[in-house]
């Protein structure tokens, strides 16, 4: 029986450094597109409450599509079973993860109301604060100061995201100061659950693997998010929504559908196994290229405007994230196989 690779590969050790950041980077152009596609469905005629529904209601099976495919791939060879117990997935496992999608949904939801509240770009300075949780969460853990690479690299990636978010102006909320206060008090609440979310994952995914997090994380996330539309819309006014969801034009749907492959599950299996192997705190530090993602996106795809500053911002994110690609992941703990049960990484 052969030994178990190493996660990067046989005969490559610098691979497997190479390979999660890889992932991690995939996931975050792919959550990055999530905008464009949303402004295109609204083009053709998509309400905000669909393209909000539809996307986490087709996304569900294919989580649990894409799961199911990735265990069959990773189940152990003939040779190897008899030396392989399978490491069952306990129901408390199960209702960890879904609590952890039901923190992402509060997240979700504390964000959008910032957004109302203070404007997309001072929303998006306050929600990307979350990786200096993750570094406050892993100094206490571990009770030692943070790597100095990830430090620098936070130190310049931070002031080029706002650079990014507000080069386009402050932009206004929808009322006074009183609303600006709950509005920043919104956006660091969705910081810091995205935060808690991110480090939650990483503890999971090395349990249970990160296909069937990722499956049952989404679930709780669908349950809380139709359970809070519902609550944000009104009982009462639920049939008339639901209606109003399923007249969506079909070109509409199709962007949707789009949306939810490639900018919520194929970037969610990538992220929670780029987590899985280089750990939470490097992997948040990494997303930090979402924004600039999306700048360039949105400038190819719907012809925006690229400022001066905005580019200098998209500069600094990818010099931190290059900090990081040069770095070893984070030993954290030795990463599990992507099942319990398997000895190989096979994906």
């Known amino acids: 029986m052969s030994e178990p690779r190493d996660p990067g590969g046989p005969g490559d050790p610098g691979d497997s450094q190479l390979r999660p950041t890889t992932w991690v980077l995939l996931a975050t152009v792919g959550l990055a597109f999530k905008g464009i596609f949303a402004g295109l469905a609204f083009d053709e005629g998509a309400s905000v409450l669909a393209v909000m529904s539809l996307r986490v209601l087709l996304a569900l099976p294919l989580f649990w599509l894409g799961a199911r495919l990735l265990l069959r791939r990773a189940v152990p060879q003939p040779k190897q079973a008899e030396a392989e117990a399978p490491s069952p997935v306990s129901w408390r496992m199960r209702l960890g993860a879904m609590a952890c999608g039901v923190l992402y949904c509060a997240g979700a939801l504390a964000d959008f109301r910032a957004i109302q509240a203070i404007g997309a770009g001072p929303s998006r300075v306050l929600l990307f604060s979350y990786p200096a949780f993750i570094l406050i969460f892993d100094a206490v853990r571990e009770r030692r100061m943070p790597p100095r690479e990830q430090l620098f690299a936070l130190a310049i990636a931070w002031p080029g995201l706002a650079l990014v978010a507000l080069g386009e102006g402050a932009g206004a909320g929808t009322g006074g100061p009183s609303e600006a206060l709950l509005g920043a008090g ?13 480090r939650a994952s990483q503890d999971a995914t090395r349990t249970m693997g990160s296909p069937r997090f990722a499956a049952w994380s989404n679930t709780g996330t669908a349950l809380a998010m139709v359970v809070g539309l519902a609550v944000l819309a009104g009982v009462p006014a639920t049939a008339p929504h639901v209606t109003a969801v399923a007249s969506t034009p ?61 580019l200098l911002g998209a500069a600094m994110v990818l010099c931190a994230v290059g900090v990081l690609r040069r770095r070893p992941a984070e030993p954290a703990q030795p990463p599990r196989p992507l099942l319990p049960s398997a000895a190989h990484d096979r994906r």
């Open 186 to 198: 919104l956006g660091l609440f969705a910081a810091l659950t995205y935060a808690l979310y991110l």
């Open 250 to 310: 079909p070109a509409a749907a199709g962007w949707i559908l789009t949306m939810a492959v490639l900018s919520t599950v194929v970037p969610f299996f990538l992220l929670f196994e780029g987590i899985r192997l280089a750990g939470a705190t490097r992997a948040s530090l990494i997303t930090l290229a979402g924004p600039p993602v999306t700048l360039f996106a949105a400038w190819l795809a719907l012809g925006e405007t690229l400022r001066p500053a905005q």
